[in-house]
């Protein structure tokens, strides 16, 4: 222990996130100051004090140590084994990692992750989702997907939450399942702060997210190195063995325990563990962090996820398909939504703004019924989350400028500008310039008839522009905010939005801010492309891009970005980046 003091000063404190002050420590090196980070997280039940032991094993001298109670575990607040969402957890990650940066001065490029179980998903969800780029991660006996044992248990559970949504699932596994190390199998059971039961849904949040993101694992490109335990009673190992096959990862590392229980950080004779664990942390720390300026021109077998094509689909879905198209053109024709997606493409501004409204309209009784079952379709739910979620950011932006003179806002493809309109209503005492952009000038009528409908004082400049072509932008750096939302997924050609963040820069000022949305994944990709009609004409065809390909093509426009929001099941994200000066 006196080892321990003179090398650590251990530190309690607390951070915010989402208005909640989560608990953390702080192992501090005496001495010298740290320029890089190890970041713990710890497993679902557990909490940081457990984090003391893997830090004098696993920390240098010259690093900072940190460890937070998630929501619902030791100090932090919360219901035990509960949070508002998976999601919410994931961004707790984000808040912290943003307090080391503003607190102690570490940039999260000189952070480096260790993850255990659950807090191995949520580490991996935000390296996917929030694409925050950290010098690299280990991953321990990641709960991918939890070894449930009791038969259709996902689906009860699920079931059961309609009847019982606050029901809580009392963890099976005892200590000696967890580790051979007696005293520290002694030591999880007797230790009173250890939450033994998690939320149901909670719980099936995680399966979903973690099924999404290891699907999706290609987009993660953090150097990464997996401890999977051969023993491990609590999770599945061949779902990690996916993850670390799919990672785009220039480093990556798979270690097999054979022997281990699920808490291999806690297992016994570690020692040639944990070395290797320090020896992988040295060369990360050593090496560059990974460049993301490939992501900007890389092959589209890379970073795109295409619709499937039409003759690669079975026959059982090409005629699923075309039935769902003949229902459309008939019964869809009862739907008013539906009747504006048919007649303007569902991909219009004009379709988007019904979505908005989210009012249920249709022929007869039935047509009502099909509209709100159309209108709670999980990608207009997200879409309406998204609007939310821009509004937000633009919102804190104009609070930001509460004093300045004057704020011009830009919108490159402003569709019917609903929701610029109506934060600049909630804003009629800032001085601000409304410069709206769109290709049909039929939305930019009726950008003008809901501008003067909602009786806003800002002066409206309406501007029928093509917002890939360099001449629709000058060299005047005279907008404070510009935005961009639901385009680039439209066009697959990523020198085409380069060219359009490029003719963004050029109208920034210096310390100017670009709100921008992304498009990572779709369930229903396939069902749309095959079914759904675009305005540009043709079907609906989506180009995904991962938040780490939107934010490396911002990135190469010269923005930093500051902030990201993830929206519904990750689908829609909405971003805001910085331009402090013009290139």
């Known amino acids: 222990m006196n080892g321990w003091m003179n090398r650590w000063m251990e530190h309690e404190a607390s951070f915010s996130s989402d208005d909640t002050s989560l608990f953390y420590r702080a192992w501090l090196p005496r001495g010298q100051r740290a320029q890089r980070a190890v970041l713990f997280l710890h497993r679902g039940h557990e909490h940081s004090e457990r984090v ?57 490029s000189d952070i480096f992750i260790i993850a255990n179980s659950v807090g191995a998903v ?17 991953l321990a006996a990641a709960a991918f997907s939890i070894k449930l044992y009791v038969p259709l248990a996902k689906p009860a559970l699920r079931l059961a939450l309609k009847f019982q949504p606050d029901l809580f699932v009392k963890s099976y596994i005892q200590p000696s399942m967890l580790t051979h190390d007696e005293a520290a199998a002694a030591n999880y059971a007797q230790d009173p702060l250890i939450a033994k039961a998690i939320s149901a849904r909670i719980l099936l949040q995680l399966a979903d997210t973690a099924e999404r993101v290891v699907a999706q694992a290609d987009a993660i490109d953090t150097p990464t190195l997996m401890l999977v335990a051969g023993k491990d009673l609590v999770v ?50 050593a090496a560059p962090v990974v460049s993301r300026q490939a992501l900007v021109s890389a092959p589209p077998a890379i970073t795109t996820r295409f619709p499937t094509a039409k003759h690669q689909l079975p026959l059982w879905q090409r005629s699923g398909f075309a039935l769902q198209r003949l229902l459309l053109r008939t019964l869809g024709q009862l739907s ?66 509460a004093d300045a003179s004057s704020t ?37 009528d009726k950008i003008r008839t809901l501008h003067t409908e909602l009786a806003i004082a800002a002066p409206l400049t309406l501007e029928q522009k093509d917002a890939f072509a360099a001449d629709s932008y000058a060299d005047s ?69 991962s938040q780490a390909e939107m934010d490396a093509l911002v990135a190469a426009a010269g923005g930093v970005k500051i902030d990201t929001r993830i929206g519904l099941d990750g689908i829609f994200n909405v971003s805001v980046a910085m331009f402090s000066a013009p290139l």
């Not at 100090?75 to 607190?103: C, K, M, Q, T, W």
């Not at 063995?241 to 990862?249: D, G, H």
């Not at 989210?358 to 047509?367: F, K, V, Y």
């Open 236 to 285: 599945h190992q061949q779902i990690q063995r996916r993850f670390f096959e799919a990672l785009q990862s220039p480093k990556k590392q798979w270690l097999y325990l054979e022997n281990s229980y699920h808490a291999v950080l806690y297992e016994q004779n570690m020692a040639p563990i944990f070395a290797a664990c320090r020896s992988f942390m040295a060369e990360c720390f």
């Open 52 to 108: 003391r032991p893997l830090v004098e094993a696993l920390v240098d001298d010259d690093c900072i140590a940190f460890a937070y109670d998630a929501r619902g575990h030791g100090y932090s607040p919360g219901e035990r084994g509960d949070a508002p969402s998976f999601a919410a957890l994931v961004a707790d990650l984000d808040r912290f990692v943003s307090h080391i940066e503003r607190n102690y001065g570490i940039a999260a």
């Open 477 to 545: 750096h005279d907008v404070d905010i510009a935005i961009v939302s639901g385009l680039f997924e439209l066009f697959s050609d990523n020198s085409m939005v380069a060219r359009a963040l490029d003719g963004i820069r050029r109208q920034l000022k210096p310390g100017g801010y670009l709100i921008y949305t992304s498009q990572p994944w779709h369930p229903q990709l396939n069902l749309i492309a095959h079914t759904l009609n675009s305005h540009l004409g043709g079907q609906w065809q989506m180009r995904l891009r």
């Open 408 to 444: 011009k806002i830009l919108d490159i493809a402003a569709g019917n500008g609903r929701y610029v309109l109506e934060v600049a209503k909630r804003f009629q005492h800032q001085q601000l310039e409304l410069l709206m952009r769109d290709f049909s000038a039929e939305n930019l």
């Open 336 to 401: 008013d939504g539906m009747r504006v997606g048919l007649s303007q493409g569902f991909d219009s501004g004009a379709s988007l703004d019904y979505v908005y409204k989210n009012q249920a309209q249709g022929r007869l009784l039935l047509g009502a019924t099909i509209d709100r079952g159309y209108l709670d379709a999980i990608g207009w739910r997200g879409i309406r989350q998204r609007k939310l979620q821009l509004q937000q950011l633009l919102t804190g932006l104009l609070r930001q400028r």
């Open 122 to 138: 949520v580490a991996s969800t935000w390296l996917h989702d929030y694409a925050r780029q950290v010098r690299g991660v280990i």
